[in-house]
């Protein structure tokens, strides 16, 4: 009898050592609620941001951080409410989650990193040239918190002057172009003047300069009349009647 009660007894202290304290089993729930919800909020906002960019993502890697203080605090009953924010949804990010119910909050962290494919520079551009088709090639690239202003699509690059130097195989952000000048004061250009299916052209000098979509005064050689015109190409402007 007394061996049978030993033997009882290791069993049942055996077993309690593979079962996890109930302040461990409490404190891992915490943990675990939070990253699922914070990895399962932040693959939305990919999502999100994929299909407002049309940017393909080839990979992406996400690394929640909770911190060790979140062992202490007592699981929350419902779903923990975790910050959005304006910003891009890789890099290092950091949101504040709180809950209400138990009246506590603290900030998350996580190192999301994204590989996607970009059009990218085939060569160094420099200042002042205007995209080509035959400048742009797609590459794989390892996105950064500082990639806020990339451009995704070869529709927004083809046509656009080059403002600061463009390095090759190098991400292309927005403040790196600029609408190319399409009239420079002083240029002989045509005047195009359109209505309701009429159409003429006629010469004229430009006394400003501008970029596509931008009013400038223009010097109707034939007339001479000044005249607020906007450029459509190289030496070209057109003007509605």
């Known amino acids: 009898m007394v061996k049978i009660g030993i033997s009882v007894s290791y069993l049942v202290w055996l077993a309690s050592l593979l079962l996890p304290l109930p302040g461990l089993a409490q404190s891992s729930s915490v943990v675990d609620q939070l990253t699922q919800q914070f990895s399962q909020q932040i693959e939305a906002e990919l999502t999100q941001w994929q299909q407002l960019t049309g940017i393909e993502i080839v990979s992406k890697q996400i690394q929640p951080r909770v911190p060790t203080g979140a062992r202490s605090l007592t699981p929350c009953p419902t779903e923990i409410t975790i910050e959005s924010s304006s910003g891009m949804p890789f890099g290092n990010l950091q949101r504040r989650a709180q809950c209400i119910e138990e009246g506590w909050s603290l900030f998350i962290r996580a190192k999301v990193t994204v590989t996607a494919k970009l059009p990218v520079a085939a ?48 991400v292309i952000q927005v403040n790196q172009l600029t609408a190319p000048m399409w009239v420079n004061l002083g240029d002989k250009v045509i005047i195009e003047a359109r209505s309701n299916g009429f159409y003429a052209n006629m010469p004229g000098e430009a006394l400003e300069s501008g970029g596509e979509g931008q009013g400038i005064r223009v010097k109707n050689l034939s007339s001479g009349k000044v005249i607020i015109a906007y450029p459509v190409a190289k030496g070209r402007v057109a003007t509605i009647f």
């Open 123 to 170: 060569r160094a551009l420099k200042r002042g040239e205007i995209i080509g088709q035959q400048d742009i090639v797609f590459q794989s690239q390892v996105l950064s918190g500082n990639d806020r202003q990339i451009i995704g699509q070869v529709s927004e690059l083809l046509g656009r002057q080059v403002k600061r130097q463009i390095r090759r195989h190098r």
